[in-house]
């Protein structure tokens, strides 16, 4: 150089190659520079000028810049040795500074050019230009394929070859062909050396084993990318991955450590707030509703910005709701409203707000929510309770026409069976309160029909036999009454179908099978609200079927008791028991307490007969007599018409005969009662007999015969008449 001999430009070459050789990267730059200067039209200048370019691409300050300068050599000099380099150089810095299209650019100039088909650098560019096409903004996974497949293919022995294996099945996973990337991706990883090229590979594996629905494979797999390489640039993603898995395998302690170790290991993480996020759903599903509360708070706190902030929010108004905090569920679902209005999941908050002022009984305030969240757009679901929480607003309110028609709009709209089942139900009772029973039997109808297992199908079942007996069906509401005790499982309810059938079924005189149904449910609710209406009514119906004996000990038990609602009937009836059995003692007893206790009771005069009855029966006439005069002293009821018939029967006992007519005559001419007249008439007819008056006896057989053909005394006094004497 010194000499300014004609190979001096070669020597500057040879002094520069030597420089960067030893890494004097400044002193080689300054020497290529004076030689570029100095030897302007030397053969050697575009040798001189890579090597320059080369070097300083190795200056971090300078790396950047070289991009453009090796772009146009290449183009300046396209026949030049070096010009596939500088494009390969100018791809790889491009790459390296993520100017993905430039790198995507150059690696193609490389490719398409007829001097790279077997050069040295092949391999290496096509490597480059799938990740630049594999890592770009809008990644283009069928030309990242396209070159990682002929990389493979045509380099069998290419030193990255399992790296290009690994990213050519991230690219079929990308394209969602998991089966054949877990098909290329497996039988490499035992190959692989670098941790992190184990790391990534592994955790491929992992999300292919999850597309696949392998999760025991995914779990591994995850596992074995963090063991490669616990804290390389994606092992926050491979937490979070694995903690996903873990939740759809229901393993709650698992994801919550994983999730923790997150957070530990990497505080900085974009995934930092799912992480709270997660940890909060966990916490909710536990019920552990302050610690859900606090891992949302974090995220709606210190995260304000992340797409999960709203959404945590949304579940802090939520957990308030369900532990029934309503004033803090409006203040929390609020705080949504205007503090992320414009987030996806900002409408939910009207209803969550609509919901909990509905609990705390601010109906218009509810309302007015609800109808503005029907008036947007969301789920199906959402929308259906939201109607039918307006509805049941409507309804507190008296607002039975609106009522009607949300809950008609809400069946129309595709309910789930649970939705339709309480929207029917709901409907069946506003129509009662808008006073349209023939609608309201419609609806519940319609519930235990299409929804018989329904948890209100028995509460349907009642009030559809309530509407038929107040319209006087007294037949089909017995048979809803059946219907409901079939399917009914609260006790409660089942006691009131088992009074209202055995109620119904007495009405019809049914006698013997209310019997079996209310003595049922005695047995069924021994302390039941209902026991003692059921209590009387059985021991009504089994008086009613001859069954006294059953009947007394049922009225003895009110007695005891002392039920002062049926105490009065239990005494009365008990006392007719007593007489059906023939235990006179025990039905005067019975009778003497009912008048004692009840002098003014409007079974006073029955009470009273029956005594004169058990006293009769005891030969206690005078008691007897007593008690059959004085009825007929205070009433002209069929009980006197009895009374005076039953001193005609004493009297005759006595055969006192013309004061026993006196008696039967009364009875006959007095009262209005066609079976005392009948008997009347007979006994008469008898006593003229024995005061051997058969004329007059005579008189007494036709007239029975004559007004009463058809009662039995009828045929009796057929066969005296022919006895009497003939005058």
């Known amino acids: ?46 040798r001189l000028t890579f090597l320059r370019l080369t070097g300083l691409n190795r200056l971090p300050n300078q790396q950047k810049g070289t991009i453009p300068l090796l772009i146009n050599f290449a183009k300046q000099y396209p026949k030049h040795e070096d010009a596939p380099r500088a494009l390969y150089l100018a791809a790889l810095t491009a790459y390296n500074f993520n100017e ?131 804290k390389w640039q994606q092992a926050d993603k491979t937490l979070m991955l694995l903690a996903v898995v873990y939740h759809t395998q229901k393993k709650s302690a698992e994801q919550e450590q994983t999730l923790n170790r997150l957070l530990k290991e990497f505080p900085k993480s974009t995934f930092v707030p799912e992480a709270h996020f997660r940890l909060g759903d966990l916490a909710q599903a536990k019920k552990q509703w302050d610690g859900a509360r606090a891992q949302y708070q974090i995220v709606v706190t210190k995260y304000r910005t992340s797409p999960l902030a709203p959404d945590a929010q949304f579940q802090i108004a939520s957990i308030r709701f369900e532990r029934g905090e309503n004033e803090q569920a409006v203040t929390e679902a609020t705080t949504l409203l205007t503090k992320f209005g414009t987030s996806q999941i900002a409408p939910k908050g009207l209803l969550i707000r609509g919901l909990a002022y509905r609990q705390l009984k601010k109906h218009d305030l509810a309302i ?25 607003c409507q309804l507190d309110l008296k607002q039975t ?11 129309k709209a595709g309910p789930s069976d649970a939705q339709a089942e309480k929207a029917r139900y709901e409907l069946g009772h506003a129509y009662q309160q808008a006073n349209k029973p023939a609608e309201a039997l419609l609806a519940f109808r319609e519930l235990v029909t299409k929804h018989p297992q329904s948890r209100f199908a028995a509460e349907c079942w009642f009030n559809i036999g309530e509407l038929n007996e107040k319209a006087n069906k007294l037949a089909e509401a017995s048979q809803a009454y059946a219907s409901g005790l079939k399917t009914v499982k609260i006790p409660s309810r089942k006691e009131k179908l088992q009074y209202r059938l055995g109620w ?52 003895e038990h009110l007695i005891n008791g002392k039920v002062m609602k049926y105490l009065a009937r239990a005494l009365y009836r008990s006392g007719d028991c007593y ?118 006896a005579k008189q007494m057989f036709e007239e029975l015969i004559k007004r009463y053909p058809k009662h039995p005394r009828a045929a009796d006094a057929q066969t005296l008449l022919k006895n009497l004497p003939r005058q």
């Open 401 to 411: 026409d609106q009522a009607i028609a949300s809950l008609k709009e809400l069946l």
């Open 1 to 46: 150089i010194a000499m300014k001999a004609p190979q001096a430009d070669a020597a500057s070459y040879w002094i520069g190659f030597t420089m960067l050789e030893q890494n004097q990267v400044q002193a080689a730059d300054k020497e290529l520079q004076r030689a570029i200067t100095a030897y302007p039209k030397s053969t050697h200048l575009p």
């Open 100 to 230: 993905l299209a430039t790198a995507q650019q150059q690696s193609e100039s490389f490719l398409s050019r007829a001097d790279t088909a077997k050069h040295e650098l092949r391999p290496s560019v096509l490597l480059l230009a799938g990740e630049s096409y594999r890592n770009a903004a809008k990644p283009d996974f069928v030309k990242a394929e396209a070159h990682l497949q002929t990389l493979v293919r045509d380099y069998p022995k290419y030193e990255n070859r399992p790296r290009a294996l690994t990213r050519l099945a991230e690219c079929l996973y990308q394209r969602k062909q998991f089966a054949q990337a877990n098909q290329m991706l497996t039988p490499i990883l035992p190959q692989l050396k670098t941790p992190i090229l184990k790391a990534e590979a592994y955790q491929l594996q992992g999300r292919l084993a999850t597309a696949l629905k392998n999760p025991t494979t995914a779990i591994t797999a995850y596992q074995q990318s963090l063991a490669a390489l616990p």
């Open 579 to 696: 007489v059906s059995l023939k235990q006179w003692p025990q039905s005067e007893t019975q009778y003497k307490k009912f008048l004692t206790l009840f002098p003014k009771h409007d079974l006073r005069h029955e009470a009273r007969y029956g005594l004169g009855l058990s006293c009769q029966n005891q030969k206690k006439i005078k008691e007897a007599q007593a008690a059959y005069q004085q009825v007929i002293k205070e009433t002209t009821s069929e009980t006197a018409a009895k009374s005076r018939f039953m001193l005609g029967e004493i009297a005759f006992a006595q055969e006192k005969y013309k004061e026993a007519i006196d008696h039967f005559l009364d009875t006959a001419l007095g009262y209005p009662y066609k079976e005392w007249k009948a008997l009347s008439y007979f006994e008469a007819g008898r006593c003229y007999t024995e005061i051997k008056q058969p004329q007059r």
């Open 368 to 392: 007015k929510d609800l109808t503005s969240f029907l008036a947007g757009k969301s789920s199906k679901e959402d929308m259906i309770d939201a109607r039918y929480a307006l509805a049941l």
């Open 504 to 555: 119904t079924q007495y009405q019809q005189q049914k006698y013997g099978e209310a019997a079996t149904v209310l003595q049922a449910q005695l047995k069924d609710h021994p302390r039941g609200e209902l026991f003692n209406d059921a209590a009387y009514l059985a021991a009504d119906c089994l008086h009613r079927t001859n069954q006294s004996k059953e009947a007394v000990q049922i009225f």
